[in-house]
């Protein structure tokens, strides 16, 4: 019944320092962030704790003041330490110091009988005050769903395919009661179907396969099939106009045990991977984890990069940061702030390309062959010269650098018919990867993004 | 390389923010990167690795794919001048060594006005790092040059596509026309003197030629047979042992500097075909197209231009350096993939139209890309149009 959705274009990036599958639970973070950064599309941060409160795992922390009845709440229980502040008093991040024993705030508790009884608004609400609603991300713009849409359909990537990715069999595992659960909420907020796309070419997680009331579909290919973005395009792509939502596997999870288990349950598995980890594995934490109880003696190096996520869409969080709500993922790169001698000519077959301009030699190297990246810039930024790239790494239906000009030039109408509403940034990482011209081509993006959505 | 390092960055206080030499900041950063791949890290958000390539390493590309046919053309430079002025050279060293003093000459003259010259003092003026794109254009602009173009023409037409075919656009990348063809189209249409006719193919210094030399090219041979009715082939071997088309294809024959050998072009195309640098749809199609004229003109049979065996329009003139090294330039060709087909097979059927049909004009293929260079971006447009409706139909439905 499920088709099987094969994508040629693409490009995979095998790095160094997989995470083995080893699932720790000795390493506990002291702090736990909520930072706002995370939410993209939050216009008005507001706090709505001070330094010196003390929180339950639930307790609201934070809303957008053009959303109130949304409420981001803290992943742990315990003090309010310090509430960072940016530029122009920005919010950036506001840090829980852990107790030992975790309190929860308590919420209406369910079996899965009563589950399928309760009405959409009911839901909604307890979602909206059980901090599980940010889960729900929306198509187009990538930002926090808004509940008054109802979306066509709903879809869940089964797999992710970025560099060094975190094996869903591995963080997942044990989770099918409160995935189903989540997945019975989400169907009372759309008609359509439930999508859930898994990798055609791996035997498929238990936890997926036994899912009731959604459609599984096949996709096999390289980078970035695993992005749901470039699985809706296949499926059923968003017109202007339309509205989808996309939920990780992990904000499914997160749904269902609000109302199986009547608490914010913001426990996860997070792989700690890159070339630079001594031991990379998976660990047990909370979402918003400091990341400096994970590396303390596990580092290869000291010069090196803390990225909240993969090495396409991260986030530099630097050594005292905390990890964001979305990610499962903690990366160490090792920094590239160094020259390098005539290192724009020099053969190499040690440095990754997507290219095959002289002296670029990874393409003659195994496929297994796993890299060693740093975070050097390789070259300076100019101006569009290459054409023909970009198509080869982004498997949907779209011209990148016009959609890219198109959002430069700050031309509505082109952003529109060329396809904006069908992306958000992770589409186009790898072309920022590849670049030649070395654009910020997410950044772009999202600029592109915003100016639709706010203009 | 530290002790090299740091020899650079003693030199670079002046040139920094409020030093004595700040204007010429990006001058100094051009050698600076040349030297050193900067220390620069990705961004905050974002990718946090970046691949290898960058625009130098693509530009340098070209350059070595351009270097067989160079070689090529210095040596023919010399084989041609013996021939003519009728000396047997004591060794090839000889005929290297009239190449060499006829055609480096004209490099350096079109790096030292077109680079060190004009793009430096844009670089000064509009506060843009250089662009990698005069590398290549500065050896394609002597390559497109008959030998004996005087060097003082270098310089203006260098100065001039600089300005007038890139920095009025704003930079590589932003350019409408190929830099180098402008060159050398605003030479062949202010001094046409020295860029066209039957004396300037071959360079004979301070000699007068043997009895019987004619210094015609093979694409003008071809034109004249619309007067004497001649067989173009008949006619090319009687003028010549050397216009057989083996000999045509290995480029021993009059021509532009790096035009005459389609054996080392192909080795230059292979080369940008496998690193992927240049469009090989781009390639294909202009020799597609310009076969396919040819077909279509033998089967009008008008007369023995057109009469000509289509082969033969692939190896004489410029055909085959344009559509490697010209016709691909990604930032001035079509940048999507369909568009790429349809404005290589325009540049193939214009060239023969306009060498067959428009004998004023013996060469077409300079003309055909730069008449495909203005219409690329509307080739682009209809292709891209068509995505749009796809989408808008979607919606729709």
Redo the contacts between chains.
Sequence with gaps: MSKIIKLRKGFD?NLAGKAEHKVSDSQHANTYAVKPTDFIGMQRPKALVAVGDIVKAGTPVLIDKKHEDVKYVAPVSGEIVDIKRGEKRKLLEIVILADKTMEFESFAKYSVSDLAKLSKDELKEQMFKGGVWPNIIMRPYGVVADANDSPKAIFISGFDTSPLAPDYNVIYKGEEQAFQAGIQVLKKFTEGAIHINVNGADEVNPIFLNAEGVQVNKFIGKHPVGNVGVQIHHID?I????VAWTVQPAGVIQIGKLFLEGKFDASKIIALTGSEVANPQYFKTYGGAAVKAFTQGNLKQEHV?Y?SGN??????IGQEGHLGFYTNQF?I?P???????????AP?AK??????????L?FINSSNKEYV????????P????????F?KVVPM???P??LLKAILAEDFDEME???LYEII?EDF?LC???????H????IVREGLDLLQYS | MKFIRNIVEKAKVPFEKGGKLEKYHHLFETIDTLLFVPNQTTGQKGVQVRDAVDLKRFMMTVIIALVPALLFGMYNVGYQYYKAVGLTPASSWDLWWVGIQRVVPIIIVTYVFGLFITEFAFTVIRKHPINEGFLVSGILIPMVMPPTIPLWQVAIASVFAVTMAKEAFGGTGMNVLNVALVARAFLYFAYPGQISGDQVWVYLGNHTPVDGFSGATPLALAAQTLETGQNVVASLAAQSADYSFANLFYGLIPGAIGETSVLMILIGALILMVTGVGSWKIMVSVFGGAYGMALVLNAVGANPYMAMPPEYHLVIGGLAFGAVFMATDPVTASQTETGKWIYGLMIGILTVMIRVLNPAYPEGIMLAILFMNVFAPLVDYFVVAANKKRRLKRATV
């Design positions: 990036i792509p017109n202007k106009g339309d990069r990225v090495v396409l869409t991260g986030e530099n990366t790169l920094e590239g702030d160094h020259f390098q001698f005539m290192g724009w000519i190499t440095k990754l390309s997507f290219h095959r301009a002289f002296g670029l990874s990246l740093d975070t050097n810039m390789q070259g300076e100019r101006a569009f010269v290459q054409t023909g790239a198509e239906d779209i011209y650098t016009h018919a060329l396809g940034e990482a920022e990867f590849i670049d030649v011209s070395k910020n081509v997410q950044a």
